[in-house]
Structure formats: structure tokens, C-alpha cells
């Protein structure tokens, strides 16, 4: 794959992460309305949400791998 295809794909990608973390913000913010959590709830949330955005969280099937473990 030449590198031009290769930038390609990671420009996709990364629209598709951003389109990931609109929706998710708009979840948390329109369809779990702060009075419906409890304000350490919603912090937590939020700090997940800035997690997945650095890069700080690990896929879902690796975090089951450690929980059976």
C-alpha cells in the first residue's frame, strides 16, 4: 500500500472517531440528562469520554480478557 493510500486510510478513520465522539457527547449531554445521574456519574462519563479521545482506554475484548483472568 503506498503511503498516499495509507495517510487515505487514517484520514478516514480518524472522521469516523470524530463522528464517534459527536454522537457520544450528544448521548451523554441530550439523552442522559444531568438530573437523571448523579453528578460523579456524569463526571465519569465524561472523564471516559476524554480517555477514548487520548488514546488511554483499551478495546472492550481485552478488558474481558483481564476480568477473566
Given at each position: 500500500?503506498?503511503?498516499?493510500?495509507?495517510?487515505?486510510?487514517?484520514?478516514?478513520?480518524?472522521?469516523?472517531?470524530?463522528?464517534?465522539?459527536?454522537?457520544?457527547?450528544v448521548?451523554?449531554?441530550?439523552?442522559?440528562?444531568?438530573?437523571?445521574?448523579?453528578?460523579?456519574?456524569?463526571?465519569?462519563?465524561?472523564?471516559a469520554?476524554?480517555?477514548?479521545?487520548?488514546?488511554?482506554?483499551?478495546?472492550?475484548?481485552?478488558?474481558l480478557?483481564?476480568?477473566?483472568?
Open positions: 500500500m503506498s503511503e498516499s493510500a495509507i495517510l487515505q486510510e487514517l484520514k478516514l478513520l480518524k472522521e469516523r472517531i470524530n463522528r464517534i465522539e459527536k454522537m457520544l457527547e448521548i451523554i449531554e441530550r439523552f442522559l440528562p444531568e438530573e437523571e445521574m448523579s453528578e460523579e456519574d456524569y463526571e465519569a462519563l465524561r472523564e469520554l476524554e480517555e477514548y479521545r487520548k488514546g488511554e482506554t483499551i478495546p472492550l475484548n481485552e478488558a480478557k483481564h476480568l477473566e483472568e
